[in-house]
């Protein structure tokens, strides 16, 4: 396995050590550095679209601005300025914009009140306001404000990420444009491709995407998907849905038919536990 090379490069007239290709964002974060964001997840491909760790990085004589969450880091000597004015100027527009769609999210309050920023009245949705509507083009009045205040929604992109890259589901996508654009199943019906695995809700930072468990169904909003919970077969406690149950039985049965692994599909995560460790040790372990 090859080695990767050890760079030197100075952030805020520290210096600190990287890997050659090392995610920026990653690193600073690693070193102690705040650094804002809300469309960055570890476990998915980044996309910088918040815009909200952007830097100011200078290689040799040229001096940009990145996100940080794209940029890798490539050569030795680069100097990064995580928050030099231009920066900070650029993060409290963003967070003023944000919070002008999305007064109610908590994470955008946070971030307001961090970097000492406050709404323009006249930026803000409210009673007897006619402001174009970011669903379906309808306008803000008294009779709609309650459900339009309810929306989280900033277009992160990570719940669809989520569904599309990291487990090639693709029940929902961007729809639409503009104003009216926003996250949605086909044809804006609860999807059929849903397994009610959560991932959506996991990856959300403002909390517009969430399940809830009701009896014996979790039910994913705001997608509408409603899905029954299978129980286990050694407990009796319900945990996965049947259709998140049946495909990943289904991935065994093709790659692993002769595998006795198939029998732990069905199992809660306790009891596979357990198993697993009674497997190993030939004993019966209680937990």
């Not at 409290?92 to 002008?100: D, Q, R, W």
């Not at 029940?171 to 926003?182: D, L, M, P, Q, V």
């Not at 809830?212 to 406690?237: H, L, T």
């Amino acid at each position: 396995m090859l080695q990767q090379s050890c760079l030197k490069i100075r952030v805020d007239g520290r210096v600190i050590e990287a890997r050659q290709g090392e995610n920026l964002l990653e690193l600073l974060k690693a070193n102690g550095f705040r650094i804002p964001t809300l469309c960055y997840h570890p476990g998915l491909p980044s996309y910088g679209s918040c815009r909200l760790c952007t830097v100011q990085v200078q290689e040799g004589s040229k001096e940009s601005l990145v996100t940080s969450c794209t940029y890798p880091v490539r050569e030795e000597g680069v100097e990064v300025l995580t928050s030099p004015e231009e920066v900070v100027k650029l993060r409290k527009m963003i967070i003023k914009l944000l919070l002008a769609r999305v007064p109610s999210a908590e994470v955008l309050g946070e971030l307001a009140e961090e970097y000492g920023v406050e709404p323009e009245e006249r930026m803000v949705k409210g009673p007897g306001k006619e402001k174009a509507s970011s669903k379906k083009g309808r306008p803000v009045s008294e009779d709609n404000i309650g459900e339009e205040e309810k929306e989280k929604c900033i277009l992160c992109g990570l719940c669809v990420r989520a569904c599309n890259e990291a487990l090639r589901k693709n029940a929902i996508s961007f729809t639409f444009r503009g104003i009216n654009r926003e996250v949605a199943p086909p044809l804006h019906l609860p999807p059929e491709e849903c397994t009610g695995c959560g991932a959506c809700s996991q990856v959300c930072p403002t909390g517009a995407v969430y399940t809830r468990v009701s009896g014996d169904k979790v039910e994913v909003y705001p997608w509408g998907a409603e899905k029954n919970m299978v129980r286990c077969p050694e407990c009796g406690r319900e945990h996965f849905t049947g259709q998140l149950v049946q495909e990943v039985d289904a991935v065994f049965s093709s790659n692993y038919p002769e595998n006795d692994l198939r029998r732990y599909v069905n199992l809660c995560q306790k009891c596979k536990r357990r198993a697993s460790a009674n497997k190993w040790t030939g004993g019966s372990q209680k937990f």
